[in-house]
């Protein structure tokens, strides 16, 4: 039971933080708009910048609340195809946790309570810690712009001249907006989670809204380098110390804000 309290309490020095208060959504049109058998130019420049984004690096500023609990905190990310790597940063010292992926096996280390999750699926991991069940590459392609990273489109309606709302042949919705002469996404919708592109620093998203069921969460994407030099093997190098003792998904889950 000690061990218990004293892991839930270190994810709670990464979760609780000052109230946020919820982002307002994007407003997106209303009604079944028309059928629009051209967009795709419209939907293929929508894509072409985020689509170009292979690596990213940054920091993630996270503020709102998962299962009730509020969440406020600083997290260091790397992204790749097919990988990544998150370091939770802590008021001082050492790192509240880092998550490697490559592929779909997923290392979590909490090293001040000497715990670790090991090959475990990283939508599991990122799903317990804040409750976001994204892969890897889907994660890089929210921030980076495009809601999904496979999303070929099937169809499209239009509202007026300046607003497409695109259905993506595996489920869901991204929509798409003209800013000025060039199309934009602002938002998706697809499996249970909505996100909404609530700020741009040029081209590329400043602060991304991600929302589900007890889930409302803004990721502030601060100096973000795009395509910089990032080896993979670098990237997912965890070195595990010894006498680190086994963590499953299941107690991660309780001592993390979905467990709270």
Known sequence: MAEKNKLALSILLFT??????????????????TPAPDFAPAYAESRKTCEGVRTLQGELGLSGRAAGQRMRG?????????????????????PVFILVADGDRGTLLLSRERRVVRDASPEEILNALVG???????????????????AEASSARAFGDDWLAVELAAGGTVYLRRVATVWRIVAGRYGGLEIDYAAFAGDRPSRVVLRGKDLDLALAVNGAEINGDLPRDQLVALKIPDGVAPLSIEELRKAGPLGQ
């Open 16 to 33: 609780i933080g000052s109230s946020a208060c919820g982002t307002p959504r994007v407003s997106l049109p209303a009604g079944p708009g």
């Open 74 to 94: 600083r997290v260091l990310a790397g992204l790749v195809p097919g990988a990544l790597r998150l370091e939770g940063v802590a008021p001082f010292g050492a």
């Open 132 to 150: 976001i069940r994204l892969s890897p590459d889907d994660l890089r392609a929210v921030l980076a712009g495009c809601v999904k990273s496979a």
